[in-house]
């Protein structure tokens, strides 16, 4: 692979995608769907895409571990979305 290029599955489609390292931040589109190729929403993380999510990821990601029962994690969600 090219060390100047990062390749990351679409968020929407799955495709596997070939970005500049310089244009990671420039919200790249997939080249099969067109729509953006990483997501714009929270993404649930388990045991089976943890590595893919966050470890894997070429750019940074906020991590928010939280419980529906817990009263300040549900204040803050709606901040997270």
Excluded at 60 to 80: K, Q
């Amino acid at each position: 692979m090219d060390e100047d290029r990062v390749e990351y599955p679409c968020a929407r489609c799955g495709a596997t995608n070939r970005i500049p390292r310089a244009r990671m931040k420039d919200n790249p589109r997939c080249g099969r769907c067109k729509q953006s190729v990483f997501p714009d929403h929270p993404v649930a993380a388990t045991d089976a895409t943890w590595k893919r999510e966050v470890e894997d990821c070429p750019i940074s990601v906020l991590i928010d571990f939280w419980a529906p029962w817990c009263g300040p994690c549900r204040t803050v969600a709606p901040v997270l979305e």
